[in-house]
Every structure is written in C-alpha cells, then in structure tokens.
C-alpha cells in the first residue's frame, strides 16, 4: 500500500469516528430534552430520533434502549457534554485544580463552586429517574449504580483531605464524605434554590462554609499545626 492511499484510510476512519461522536452527542443530547420534557414513559425512540434528526436505527445503534440513553444523559450532564463524559472524573479539568490546590479551604470551596452547575444540569433527569425507576428495573440499577458512584468519589475526596491531614481530629474520611454527600445533595439543592429562591451564589457560599466549619479545624488551630 502506498503511503498515500494509508493516509487516505487513516483520515477517512478518523473523519468516520469523529461524525459518530457528534452523531452520539446530538443523540443523546436530544434524548436530555425529550425526556425533561415528556418523561420516560412519553420519550419514545421514535421522538428521540426525531429531535436529533436522525434515523430511528441510529438511535438504537447509540444506546442499550431508553434506559441507556437516560443513563448518557445523565452522565453527559454531570461531566458538562458527552464528550467530557468520557473522560475518567480525576482527569476532569475542575477535579484536577479541586485536587492539585494545596489549602483545604481554597479547596472545599472550589469544590463548592462545582455543585450548582452539576445539579442544574442533572437535577431534571435525575427526577425523570426517580419517578420512572419504581416500575423499571435497569433503572432502579440506574439509580444504585449513580448513588454509588457518587459516594465513592466523595469517599477518595475525603481520603485526600485526610491524607494531607487536614480534617478535624474528630472527623475521619468516612465521616467527611458522608457529610459532603448529604450537604452537597440534590435534595439540598432543590430545597434551598428551587424551593427557597436562593441564587446560585449564595448556595455555593453557603455550601463552602459549611463544609469548612464542619469538616476543618478552626483557622487559629490549622495555623498552629502547620
């Protein structure tokens, strides 16, 4: 094969990769809104295909059915697009300054400042889930699977924390991740900005300053040990 025609296939296969990404994005994208929209029940394929503008084959080409577009959805929320879906949470750009910034306060409160966008985002589909999962059972596993993973980046959160001995004496990393998980929870968020009005950046402040009072030594104490 002449060097030509192996840089011909070379760039038709990367050409053919890169229209089924965006192919898969605007899917599931169009999954997200037909689903916030319609519910679970009502988000047919057919709807879907529709919304993206794509054959109803493509679609289930895409995903394992509706319960694995949902589950893209969600994931696509979480992580801010598809295609930052795909890359592992640590390697994530916020993740990555959240865990290279040395100063624990400075620390937390980056991690705060991650919290609105994600449960404005996700928040939606996530109760798409909660009313359909009861009656579906690859969704209730949806649901487990979504908390589980959750609580074990918490987990390696708070193992970081404690590594770098910043937490109080009294608080270990399994007790400051359940304390991150319950204060940085959806239902959190849904009580204080969407039933109590608060802004984003008062439930980000918020966020920040309870977690430093109840998982960080007093500032004086901090500045003694160090």
């Known amino acids: 094969m002449s060097q030509?025609?192996?840089?011909?296939?070379?760039?038709d296969s990367t050409n053919r990769r890169a229209r089924a990404a965006e192919t898969r994005s605007r899917i599931v994208e169009a999954a997200a809104r037909v689903f916030v929209e319609h519910g679970y029940a009502r988000a047919t394929i057919p709807r879907i295909a529709a919304e993206a503008g794509v054959a109803v084959e493509t679609v289930y080409r895409s995903a394992t059915g509706k319960a694995g577009l949902l589950e893209a959805a969600v994931l696509a929320a979480v992580a801010g697009g598809v295609e930052r879906s795909d890359v592992p949470v640590e390697q994530r750009p916020a993740i990555?300054?959240?865990?290279?910034?040395?100063?624990?306060?400075?620390?937390?409160?980056?991690?705060?400042a991650t919290q609105?966008?994600?449960?404005?985002?996700?928040?939606?589909?996530?109760?798409?889930?909660?009313?359909?999962?009861?009656?579906?059972?690859?969704?209730?596993?949806?649901?487990?699977?979504?908390?589980?993973?959750?609580?074990?980046?918490?987990?390696?959160?708070a193992g970081l924390l404690e590594s770098r001995g910043a937490l109080r004496p009294e608080v270990s990393a399994d007790r400051a991740a359940d304390i991150i998980w319950t204060v940085c929870g959806q239902a959190t968020y849904?009580?204080?900005?969407?039933?109590?009005?608060?802004?984003?950046?008062?439930?980000?402040r918020w966020i920040g300053d309870t977690l430093i009072h109840a998982l960080l030594p007093p500032a004086e104490l901090a500045g003694r040990s160090s």
């Open 190 to 204: 849904d009580a204080l900005v969407l039933a109590c009005g608060w802004t984003h950046e008062e439930y980000e």
């Open 4 to 11: 030509t025609a192996s840089a011909k296939r070379r760039y």
């Open 96 to 112: 990555q300054r959240i865990i290279a910034e040395p100063d624990p306060r400075r620390q937390l409160r980056a991690y705060a």
């Open 116 to 157: 609105p966008g994600i449960w404005d985002r996700v928040g939606p589909l996530l109760r798409v889930l909660d009313a359909a999962a009861p009656t579906d059972d690859a969704l209730q596993a949806l649901r487990t699977q979504q908390g589980e993973f959750r609580h074990a980046g918490l987990r390696r959160f």
